[in-house]
């Protein structure tokens, strides 16, 4: 499987992130990548190449400019507060609800960071934007890869994207890669474009931006919003809006999940991939759907992973896989490289 990896994802490195009243050591951490390079690696599965430059133009098709304008000066803005800062994350505390306004931007960084977010769970940090920008890339990079003949290519990258919306970050996500890949495949002339979140949060990002699009199908299997994050989006009834009513498919599944029910499940998100026929595949590639998962619900086991690759194979649709989420990190290299390498082998 042809990789375009991020060799700046480290830049992103958060210390700590809110959870139950206290702040804790990030979830989300550099080693998760370098476990897949190592597996990718080990199993000869290379070869591993780097982005080429990303336009930001494509980053405006799928984010809002004074999102992206907040999001790449914030870390200055943020140590021009106190040059003690320099030594800590930014996380928000304050946001803007119900009635309140979200037109007239503050001036103040707190209420912009808030304005700009939805969790205290994703901290920025000085590297954050040069990293999230450059896991674009690799997810453009191999956008084009494919478009040029490859039957399907991995974009390795940290920070992942999916929860990134049109215009705030969180659930650890900057730049939505996913969004970038599908945008990028309209682009070049794709009519339909199918984007398929295995990951095991729902891709609240990846749904806004497309909601009301029927160029870009969005389908997910994820742990049901009503126990888990992201809490406010995933549900069974968000089918899209307009244009694109009909091209959301959500299929939220209960804690305890397991391979059998979830493949059922992933049937039922290809099936309707097939029937509003799309011409190229998006795998948003979480695989913190593993039963050892610290943070979250199912019970895949790493052979499983093989089958879930086979399956998307048999799609039969040029494949742009991105990396999101998995936490058991010993375990990420693994379970990651069994998709790709069950993939492979399908025909
Ligand atoms: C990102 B991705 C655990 C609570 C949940 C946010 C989870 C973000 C998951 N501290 N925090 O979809 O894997
Ligand atoms: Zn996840």
């Given at each position: 499987m042809l990789t375009i990896y991020?060799?700046?994802?480290?830049?992103?490195?958060?210390k700590v992130e809110m959870f139950r009243g206290e702040l804790v050591p990030?979830?989300?951490?550099?080693a998760r990548v370098d476990h897949v390079k190592h597996e990718l690696e080990r199993r000869g599965l290379g070869p591993l190449q780097s982005p080429d430059a990303l336009d930001d133009a494509l980053l405006a098709k799928v984010h809002a400019p004074r999102y992206l304008d907040f999001i790449a000066g914030a870390w200055d803005e943020w140590v021009a507060?106190?040059?003690?800062?320099?030594?800590r994350d930014a996380l928000p505390s304050y946001w803007p609800t119900r009635?309140?306004?979200?037109d007239v931007l503050p001036q103040s960084f707190p209420a912009r960071l808030g304005l700009f977010s939805f969790d205290a769970g994703t901290p920025l940090t000085a590297g954050s934007w040069a990293a999230a920008r450059q896991g674009a890339a690799c997810a453009w990079t191999a956008t084009q890869r494919v478009l040029g003949g490859q039957r399907s290519a991995f974009a390795?990258?940290?920070?992942?994207?999916?929860?990134?919306?049109v215009d705030f970050f969180g659930g650890y996500c900057f730049v939505n890669n996913a969004a970038v890949a599908a945008q990028a495949l309209r682009d070049a002339g794709v009519e339909r474009v199918a984007v398929l979140d295995v990951d095991y949060h729902h891709g609240n990002g990846t749904q806004a931006i497309f909601y009301?699009?029927?160029d870009v199908h969005f389908a997910s299997l994820h742990g049901d919003p009503f126990t888990d994050y992201p809490y406010y989006l995933g549900h069974?009834?968000?089918?899209?809006?307009?244009?694109?009513?009909?091209?959301n498919h959500n299929l939220p599944l209960p804690r305890g999940t397991d391979f059998t029910a979830w493949r059922a499940a992933l049937k039922t998100a290809l099936d309707g991939i097939a029937k509003v026929k799309a011409g190229a595949l998006v795998v948003s590639l979480?695989?913190?759907?593993?039963?050892?998962?610290?943070i979250s619900g199912f019970k895949l086991k790493s052979d499983d992973y093989l089958r879930m690759g086979e399956d998307l194979a048999r799609a039969g649709l040029p494949t742009v896989f991105v990396f999101e989420g998995g936490y058991a990190v010993a375990e990420v290299g693994v379970n990651t490289v069994n998709v790709l390498e069950g993939f492979g082998q399908t025909a």
């Open positions: 991020n060799d700046q994802h480290a830049l992103h490195q958060g990030c979830f989300e951490v550099p507060l106190d040059p003690a800062n320099a030594s009635g309140m306004r979200t390795l990258t940290r920070p992942p994207g999916h929860h990134a919306s009301d699009r029927s069974a009834d968000e089918r899209g809006a307009g244009k694109g009513e009909g091209f979480g695989v913190d759907t593993f039963e050892g998962d610290p």
